[in-house]
């Protein structure tokens, strides 16, 4: 069993910048591509950014791409979202995840296997 946990999560102004972080409890990720989700009050959970296993792929939300980036520390165990340039509908809770069943980060939520319980990110106008 994989177990991930993020961290990093906060409440900013716009435009500020949070960095979060995804610490998995076993180096087997670091053989797999993972994501970052999220999920906004009423909404449903979805995709913002994937690499895979050696995180020189990265694949991006189209309302986030240019602003966060994904990158991951395979030594570590680790992966993170820089989140730049933040605005108030960035707002939700964002998950980290990790599939074992392919070798580029899926979009859809379904198709990962392991998930962090969540961080709450908040961006005040």
């Known amino acids: 069993q994989v177990h991930l946990v993020e961290s990093g999560g906060g409440l900013v102004q716009a435009g500020h910048s949070l960095r979060l972080s995804c610490a998995a409890s076993?180096?087997?990720?670091?053989?797999?591509?993972m994501g970052w989700f999220r999920q906004a009050p009423g909404k449903e959970r979805e995709f913002v950014a994937g690499?895979?296993?050696?995180?020189?792929?990265?694949y991006y939300a189209d309302s986030v791409k240019g602003r966060f980036t994904i990158s991951r520390d395979n030594a570590k165990n680790t992966v993170y979202l820089q989140m730049n340039s933040l605005k108030p509908e960035d707002t939700a809770v964002y998950y980290c995840?990790?599939?074992?069943?392919?070798?580029?980060?899926?979009?859809?939520?379904?198709?990962?296997?392991?998930w962090g319980q969540g961080t709450q990110v908040t961006v005040s106008s």
């Open positions: 076993e180096g087997t990720v670091s053989r797999h591509p």
């Open positions: 995840a990790v599939t074992i069943r392919s070798f580029y980060p899926p979009r859809d939520e379904s198709e990962y296997d392991y």
């Open positions: 690499t895979i296993w050696s995180g020189s792929n990265t």
